[in-house]
T-cell receptor
C-alpha cells in the first residue's frame, strides 16, 4: 500500500530537549515536504526536498532542520524546541513532474507535538 | 500567488449531491486548480485537479468555468465519510521546486447530515 508514515504520532516534550520526527514514504517519490498546521493559520510549509541531498526552506523554517540522506526518509529535527513549536506536523511526498504536469501529494497521518 | 475564496462552511444531506464553489479571479494561465480534503484527525488527501476542462474521477467531479475564474467540486452522492474540510488550491507548475508547495487557505467545512 502506498503510504507516508510518521513517527511518533504524539509527542510531549520540554523546552530545549532535541527531538526528531521521522517521515518515510514507500512510493519512490523525489519530492518530500514538511508542513505545520495551527488553528487559524492553516498549513504552512517548513522545509522541502526535491531529491536526495537537495533541501530548501519553506515559509516557516526557523527552529527546524531537515536532512535527506535517503530517498525514502525525510526527518524533521528540532534542535531546541520551544513552546511556539507546539503544533500538528504533516509530512508529504510527491513525484516530480515535468513542465506543465502535476501529481498529487500524499500526506502522512500527522504528528501532534506539545512543547512545555 | 493567486488566491482562492471559498465559503467557510456548507451543509448537505446524506446521498444528495454537493457543489462546493471556489472563486479564483486572479488565476493565471499556468495555474492548475487542485482540490484536497482533510478528514477529522487525518492528513490532507488529494481529491482532483484540472486545468481547463471538466474532470471526473472516482471521488468527485471538477467543473471549471469557461473563463477559469471559478470552479466547483461536485460530490455526486455525499456520505457521512465525506464530512471534511475541502481546500481549493492553485498551483503554478512553471516555477520550480518552491511551487510544489501547497498553499492551504481556510477551506470549506462540509457537514453531512444523516
Amino acid at each position: 500500500e502506498a503510504q507516508v508514515t510518521q513517527n511518533p504520532r504524539y509527542l510531549i516534550t520540554v523546552t530545549g530537549k532535541k527531538l526528531t520526527v521521522t517521515c518515510s514514504q514507500n512510493m519512490n517519490h523525489e519530492y518530500m515536504s514538511w508542513y505545520r498546521q495551527d488553528p487559524g493559520l492553516g498549513l504552512r510549509q517548513i522545509y522541502y526536498s526535491m531529491n536526495v541531498e537537495v533541501t530548501d526552506k519553506g515559509d516557516v523554517p526557523e527552529g527546524y532542520k531537515v536532512s535527506r540522506k535517503e530517498k525514502r526518509n525525510f526527518p524533521l529535527i528540532l534542535e531546541s524546541p520551544s513552546p511556539n513549536q507546539t503544533s500538528l506536523y504533516f509530512c508529504a511526498s510527491s513525484e516530480v513532474a515535468g513542465q506543465g504536469v502535476t501529481y498529487e501529494q500524499y500526506f502522512g497521518p500527522g504528528t501532534r507535538l506539545t512543547v512545555t | 500567488d493567486a488566491k482562492t475564496t471559498q465559503p467557510n462552511s456548507m451543509e448537505s444531506n446524506e446521498e444528495e449531491p454537493v457543489h462546493l464553489p471556489c472563486n479564483h479571479s486572479t488565476i493565471s494561465g499556468t495555474d492548475y486548480i487542485h482540490w484536497y480534503r482533510q478528514l477529522p484527525s487525518q492528513g490532507p488527501e488529494y481529491v482532483i485537479h484540472g486545468l481547463t476542462s471538466n474532470v471526473n474521477n472516482r471521488m468527485a467531479s471538477l467543473a471549471i468555468a469557461e473563463d477559469r475564474k471559478s470552479s466547483t467540486l461536485i460530490l455526486h452522492r455525499a456520505t457521512l465519510r465525506d464530512a471534511a474540510v475541502y481546500y481549493c488550491i492553485l498551483r503554478d507548475l512553471n516555477s520550480g521546486g518552491s511551487n510544489y508547495k501547497l498553499t492551504f487557505g481556510k477551506g470549506t467545512l462540509l457537514t453531512v447530515n444523516p
